[in-house]
């Protein structure tokens, strides 16, 4: 699992855009939401993103996943040149790269071991975040959807908005989250600049959810459709063919339903009534009631265990996760890096307590799947 939606409920002044939505999403997943206008597609994809909450339920990610958010209308970018206004987005590479140069900057002529060891450290960091290899990734990003050596210092003002729509989606690809949300992605983009970014969602190496009414970029990327209407959201486990087909299939079974029904209803106002063949009673044995009391008993007994290990696990989890978080701060703090021993401890805290959090993580999940099955 990459990322699970659970019980989300949404309402704007009183009008219900959905309520209960609960959808699974396994690594490289392809999901296209689609729906009429006005049935809450873009907010959901917020609530996905962190920027809009939701009245109730709650969006899981798996530990470690980032989430890259490509906005409808909101693509915002600064006048610099395109290799640099790329580069720039990448925040937390250029904050180590920062932090490396001056903890190296203070090294001097006799460094300490501290110093060194701190530096070491800040090293280790940029690699591990791809540092080193930065500006050939924002290269090889910004050539694959299209722009040349001489674009590289061309101001971002002297391109197109389908060009600009380029530049937004080479930040989040350089980027490499594991999530990548995208709110109609083709409006006012020439056909050159949608089969660009058809190549690029095609060879993204991660889990995607997109909305958009061009139905081929859907058709050529989904392997899963989720169907926004009528205050619920319909989950349909194959790629958009199959979804317009079960659309089709279920439209057909419910026209002649209510063609069967309308006959059914002219026959018997035609037809004088039969006589009614008395009912008897299903008359079950001493055993089987007893049987069948056993079986209740013991499944209210199994799903009160299960609801009792649920809340220990959620009460162990809670502080866990806060503690993981102010590990994560502190780790980030330069007054960690030169205090080489109080780093290695809360190293060893961070390792141990990551294992916890994803085996309570996994626990959690198989508990509240047992309770929503009954067993």
Do not use: C
């Amino acid at each position: 699992m990459i990322l699970q939606l659970e019980h989300i409920t949404k309402s704007f002044g009183g009008r219900t855009l959905f309520a209960d939505v609960s959808i699974r999403l396994e690594e490289y997943d392809r999901l296209a939401l689609v729906g009429p206008n006005g049935a809450g597609k873009t907010t959901l994809l917020r609530i996905i993103s962190g920027e809009d909450d939701a009245d109730s339920g709650r969006v899981v990610l798996a530990r470690g996943a980032r989430i890259g958010y490509l906005e409808q209308e909101a693509i915002e970018m600064e006048d610099n040149p395109v290799f640099e206004e790329v580069l720039s987005s990448q925040t937390e590479i250029l904050a180590a790269e920062r932090r490396l140069k001056k903890l190296e900057d203070e090294l001097g002529a006799n460094p300490t071991d501290q110093q060194l060891a701190a530096a070491g450290r800040a090293r280790d960091e940029y690699e591990l975040l791809g540092g080193y290899t930065i500006e050939a990734k924002v290269r090889s990003v910004l050539f694959g959807l299209g722009f040349k050596e001489t674009d590289m210092t061309r101001l971002t003002s002297e391109f197109s908005g389908g060009w600009q729509m380029r530049l937004a989606l080479a930040k989040l690809l350089v980027r490499n989250p594991e999530v990548l949300l995208l709110d109609e992605p083709t409006n006012h983009l020439d056909i050159d600049s949608v089969d660009v970014l058809e190549r690029a969602l095609k060879d993204f190496a991660g889990t995607i959810v997109l909305i958009s009414h061009d139905e081929h970029l859907v058709r050529a990327i989904s392997n899963k459709v989720v169907d926004v209407r009528d205050h619920k959201a319909t989950v349909y486990v194959g790629d958009y063919d199959y979804y317009l087909f079960k659309r089709a299939d279920l439209a057909a079974r419910a026209s002649e339903q209510a063609a069967s029904s309308g006959r059914a209803s002219r026959t018997d106002a035609a037809a004088p009534s039969a006589p009614q063949r008395p009912q008897g009673r299903n008359v079950k044995t001493r055993e089987q009631r007893r049987a069948e009391a056993e079986a209740r008993n013991a499944q209210n007994k199994a799903l009160r265990s299960t609801k009792r290990r649920l809340q220990e696990v959620e009460a162990a989890l809670g502080p866990a996760q806060k503690r993981y978080q102010e590990l994560m701060d502190l780790m980030a703090t330069e007054e960690l890096y030169n205090d080489s021993k109080a780093f290695d401890q809360a190293m060893r805290e961070y390792a141990s307590l990551s294992k916890k959090i994803e085996l309570l993580e996994e626990e959690w999940i198989e508990l509240t799947e047992k309770l929503e099955e009954g067993v």
